[in-house]
């Protein structure tokens, strides 16, 4: 029998053209599951990260054909516990609820992020409700569906069997209302249909792509835009499909990059020049949102027990909101 493992390792390159001046630290975060900013950076100063065969601080800018390698400590798997999180829930009853998942928060514990998930904080929302009457850690497979931790928005969980397998049937059967808004890059046609397989890459397995048809999963995609800047827009996306990375991978494929997305390749100016001081507020605007612009606006569906139809909607957050601000200030300055 072979011994069980007690390092993880990752290895990455930079691609030419698309993560040229990101941080050490916010590149790592994007591409590594469950890692956070402040994990990486003690990472980092550990001497377990390396670039270029070297150790760099936080702060080293990436370069095209950047060679990264990262080999961490396996930890043993802790046990999950409850945590009192500030949760954004908008709709509650017995037998669910509907959760405005901030940006940055991972909705399941795993290695890197055993703590402050949404399902820790949701063990200790229900105990404080005085639980149920099966362990409340019965929860965790209550979460119905699942969004990156970059992607802020709504999110519907469980609170019983009965409601998880009936949830879970009519996501499977696409008798959802779902759509996202999305700052992309560069100016689409109104609207559109995406269609395209959806696999690991062949060139990097820790990504989704587009691939040939009889490879992958099938994917459909619907969009249409809502309001056009300088080589930028506001877009409303619905999934007809719910594949991993869905949205970040359709839209990267046809050439509109999700705005700030790191792993994806929006994390780089794709249209117009990059040059003075455009070049200055887009990468401070990439920087500061620190994130995917990606956001799970509406969530409708029929509720299991009453049978009515319930319809939720949710504000775009602070950080997406300035970066929109700033996108209308600018999106007829000469640069």
């Known amino acids: 029998m072979s011994e069980r493992p007690t390092t993880t390792v990752y290895e ?4 030419s053209g698309q993560h040229e001046s990101i941080r050490l630290d916010v590149y790592i975060t994007s591409f590594v599951e469950n890692a956070t900013r402040s994990k990486v950076q003690e990472a980092i100063k550990k001497g377990y990260i390396w670039v270029n065969g070297k150790h760099e601080k936080a702060s080293y800018k990436m370069l095209p054909g950047d060679q990264i390698y990262i080999e961490l400590p396996i930890q043993p798997t802790p046990e999950v516990i409850s945590e009192k999180l500030p949760l954004d829930i908008i709709y509650e009853d017995t037998d669910l609820l509907v959760v405005n998942k901030a940006a940055g928060m991972v909705v399941h514990p795993a290695y890197g992020n ?11 929302h229900v105990e404080e409700l005085g639980g149920r009457e099966d362990d409340p850690s019965d929860l965790r497979p209550g979460i119905v569906h699942r969004l990156d931790k970059d992607t802020s928005g709504l999110l519907v969980v469980a609170k019983n069997n009965h409601t998880l397998a009936a949830l879970s049937t009519k996501f499977a059967e696409k008798d959802v209302e779902r759509s996202y808004w999305a700052m992309v890059w560069g100016n689409p046609p109104e609207e559109g249909t995406i269609e395209g397989n959806i696999g690991r890459s062949k060139h990097d397995r820790k990504l989704m792509a587009v691939l040939p048809e009889g490879r992958g999963r099938h994917a459909v995609t619907h969009y249409k835009v809502l309001e056009y800047f300088d080589y930028l827009s506001l ?25 700030g997305d790191i792993t994806y390749g929006g994390a780089s100016v794709r249209f117009g020049p990059n040059t003075g001081n455009r070049k200055v ?21 029929e509720h299991p027990s009453t049978r009515k139809k319930i319809r939720f909607e949710s504000d775009l957050p602070d950080d997406m909101q300035r970066v929109m601000g700033a996108f209308r200030e600018h999106c007829s300055a000469e640069y």
């Open 12 to 15: 990455f390159k930079v691609p």
């Open 114 to 124: 055993w703590t402050g998930t949404l399902v820790n904080g949701l063990m200790h």
């Open 235 to 259: 877009v409303e996306v619905h999934l007809e499909t719910g594949r991993t990375h869905q949205i970040r991978v359709h839209m990267g494929h046809i050439g509109h990059h999700i705005f």
């Open 281 to 301: 507020l887009f990468h401070q605007l990439i920087t500061d949102l620190g994130r995917q612009a990606l956001h799970a606006k509406t969530l409708g569906f």
